[in-house]
C-alpha cells in the first residue's frame, strides 16, 4: 500500500493505492491466481487536516506502547530455538526411565511447545506493528509538510 497527499483546491487529496495476490482454493491448497489493485481516493476539508493529524499522532502513540509490551513479553523467549535439542534429548532419557522425572519433563515441553507457539505469534505481531508505526510515521510527515503551507 502506499499513499499520496497533495493539496487540491482548499481540499487535502489522500490517495491510497492497495494490492494484493488473489488466491482460490484447489483441492486441499490455495493457488494465487492473479492480483488486485484498488485505489481509493479521500478528499479531507482543510480545516479537518489537523483532527486527522491527531489521531494518527494517537494511533502511534497507542502502536508504539503495543509494540513495547510485546517485545517485552518477547524478551524472555527470543532465544527459544537453541535450546530445543537438549530437552529432547532429556526427553528421550527419561521415556526410557518411565519415571516421574518423565511427567515433569513432559510439563516442560507442553510449557516449551506454548513459548514457541508464543514466540512466533509475537514476531508476527511486532513485525505488523512495526510496519504500521512506519506507515503511520510517514503519514504524519507528509501531513505536517501540508499543513504548514
Do not use: C, H, W
Not at 497527499?5 to 493457488?31: H, R, S, W
Not at 494517537?58 to 527470543?78: C, N
Not at 535439542?85 to 516449551?112: P, Y
Amino acid at each position: 500500500m502506499d499513499k499520496q497527499y497533495k493539496m487540491v483546491g482548499d481540499k487535502l487529496q489522500v490517495t491510497i493505492n492497495n494490492g494484493a495476490d488473489v488466491f482460490i482454493p484447489v483441492g486441499e491448497t490455495q493457488e494465487m491466481v492473479g492480483k488486485y489493485t484498488q485505489q481509493t481516493i479521500q478528499l479531507i476539508d482543510n480545516d479537518k487536516m489537523s483532527v486527522l493529524r491527531d489521531f494518527l499522532v494517537k494511533d502511534r502513540t497507542m502502536g508504539e506502547a503495543q509494540l513495547a509490551k510485546m517485545e517485552k513479553q518477547l524478551e524472555p523467549i527470543k532465544d527459544i530455538e537453541g535450546m530445543d535439542a537438549e530437552l529432547m534429548v532429556a526427553m528421550k532419557e527419561s521415556i526410557k526411565k518411565g519415571s516421574k522425572k518423565f511427567r515433569a519433563d513432559m510439563m516442560k515441553l507442553n510449557q516449551r511447545i506454548a513459548d514457541i507457539e508464543l514466540k512466533a505469534n509475537l514476531t508476527r505481531q511486532i513485525k505488523y506493528l512495526k510496519d504500521n508505526v512506519k506507515l503511520t510515521n510517514s503519514d504524519i510527515t507528509e501531513l505536517n509538510k501540508l499543513i504548514k503551507e
